[in-house]
């Protein structure tokens, strides 16, 4: 296989389910996990004589994203019924939509090892989800829990522009981020609220026209997605290059034998027999709301992010961490709220560097972190005004971590203090001097590496507690005027 002579192409259909209490057209509940077919009212069933009613806060939600993404969101959009038959949807049709859907085009901000990216986006569209077969438990016979029928997911379409599953993953992962900073889907994957069908195809270097794409359905893990992707890309090539022909086709991933399988082709493809939903008007947005929701809308990661490098000067590298999910955003927000007078880099460093190590360390997630925000932002004041030293400071933190505690106090109660008193340090220093005389003439005699040796010997000495620039200056003072 000559991979080098193959572009791929990939467009990705996500669906987040909305953060919403209630189903997109009743007010049965959609919580996770309860009883199968206890959560499932007449409206979802579709049930005659009952009439859906849209869930506002479902389309404010669906308004957020537009507005995240710099969409146009349309003044009315329709709702349509799609039509087919399978055991979980009770209703032989899911209300979606599919000519005019309420947000339009947009675009998402990728970052990979190549650089950045703009992802242009469709479309998002609301639409109902339908419930679940269960295979488990029941042998020779499906068991069906209607719960999920009617749960509100915004279907979120990329143009064909991702060209390897290093671009997917980066946009799936930017895209389950921002849905996450809006708050208008939780982003829990292994429950199914956010999931990805990749659509996938190849084609010759230089090439106008597009291949024939397949559809890998349902990757609910960003491994599981760049692995299908990544297989996908393979099969295709290789069936190219061996005289075959792809088929446009939907195919499902297995994990466990990392390979995808045909699920259905296009030619057994349903015809879904679209129409607009007779009983639902169409969707109007007026000026007014779409205003109202931008007012409650929070400060977006990309203009966050070009706050953190133009209004505080930190690296792009930072500034991108900072605002790669909520969660970092917030903890450095809370950070820099505390830390009154802190320079924002030192902030950035330490979330970046000790805790986010620490982190990872630990195995926990930020919102987890054994050192809050405001309890860093009083370890860094100590550090900033110079009560302790830079290597304190991480011994601080290191038993902050795991023993809990407050900066000020652990200071005190363990003697943490930098010394600063010249009187002090002057001391501590010629001793060292007196007690290694042959280092003192190496370092007259050119070898300046020796200052190094003294450098440790004094922070040994005096537990790293030595104010290092005074130390630095002192040391040097001594050596040569003595
Ligand atoms: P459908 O409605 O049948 O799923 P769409 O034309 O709406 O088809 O496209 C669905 C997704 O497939 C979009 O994300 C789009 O970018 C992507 N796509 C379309 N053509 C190709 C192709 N040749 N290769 C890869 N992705 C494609
Ligand atoms: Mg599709």
């Known amino acids: 296989m000559t991979r080098a002579n193959w572009e791929v192409v990939i467009g990705l259909e996500t ?12 007010g049965a509940s959609v919580a996770f996990g309860a009883e199968p077919n206890t959560q499932a009212c007449a409206v979802d069933l579709g049930l005659p004589g ?85 295979h488990e438990d029941f042998q020779g016979q499906s068991g069906i829990d209607l719960n999920r029928a009617g749960t509100p997911l915004l279907e979120i379409v990329t143009e064909p522009e991702m060209r390897s599953s290093e671009e997917a993953v980066a946009y799936a992962r930017a895209l389950h981020a921002l849905v996450r900073w809006i708050e208008i889907c939780d982003g829990n994957m292994q429950e199914g609220s956010f999931r990805c069908d990749a659509n996938v195809s190849v084609r010759p270097l230089g090439q106008k026209e597009f291949g024939t794409r397949c559809e890998i359905k349902n ?21 190219i290059e061996d005289g075959g022909q792809v088929v446009q086709e939907t195919r499902l991933f297995d994990p466990d034998r990392d390979e995808t399988r045909s699920m259905r082709s296009k030619e057994d493809a349903h015809d879904y027999r679209y129409f ?18 931008a007012s409650g809308m929070p400060e977006l990661p990309k203009s966050r992010r070009q706050r953190y490098v133009n209004e505080l000067g930190l690296r792009e590298y930072d500034a991108d961490l900072l605002t790669a999910t909520r969660e970092a955003g917030e903890y450095f927000e809370a950070l820099r709220a ?16 000790e805790l986010s190590a620490a982190i990872n360390r630990a195995g926990l997630e930020l919102a987890d972190a054994k050192v809050n925000p405001t309890q860093l932002a009083a370890l860094l004041v100590r550090l900033a005004d110079g009560t302790i030293s830079g290597k304190i400071a991480k011994e601080l933190f290191e038993i902050m971590w795991s023993e809990g505690g407050e900066a000020d106090a652990l200071i005190e109660s363990r003697g943490l203090r930098q010394i600063s008193d010249t009187g002090a340090l002057e001391g501590v220093l010629k ?14 005699g050119g070898k300046d590496k020796v200052f190094g040796f003294f450098v440790g010997q004094a922070m040994k000495a005096t537990q790293g507690k030595a104010n290092p620039a005074q130390l630095n200056a002192l040391l040097k003072a001594l050596l040569l005027g003595g």
């Open 431 to 444: 001793e060292l001097i007196a007690k290694h005389p042959d280092q003192v003439e190496e370092y007259r």
């Open 219 to 239: 990757l609910n893990s960003f491994r599981f997605l760049e692995r299908a992707i990544e297989f996908e890309i393979k099969r295709q090539i290789e069936l």
């Open 50 to 134: 009952v009439l859906p009613v849209p869930n506002r806060a479902a389309v404010e939600r669906a308004i957020r994203f537009g507005l995240a993404v710099g969409a146009h969101i349309a003044p009315v959009s329709i709702f349509a019924r799609k039509n087919y038959f399978y055991p979980d949807l009770p209703k032989g049709y899911q209300i979606s939509q599919m000519e005019i859907p309420v947000v339009q085009g947009g675009s998402l901000r990728i970052q990979t090892k190549a650089g950045e990216k703009i992802v242009n986006l469709t479309r998002a569209h609301l639409e109902e989800d339908a419930g679940k077969s269960l």
């Open 276 to 293: 607009p939903d007779p009983d639902l008007p169409p969707l109007c947005i007026s000026e007014e709301w779409i205003a109202e929701v």
């Open 338 to 353: 505390a830390a009154n007078g802190v320079d924002a880099k030192l902030c950035a460093n330490w979330v970046n560097g």
């Open 15 to 26: 669906h987040a389910q909305l953060s919403t209490q209630s189903k997109i057209f009743s």
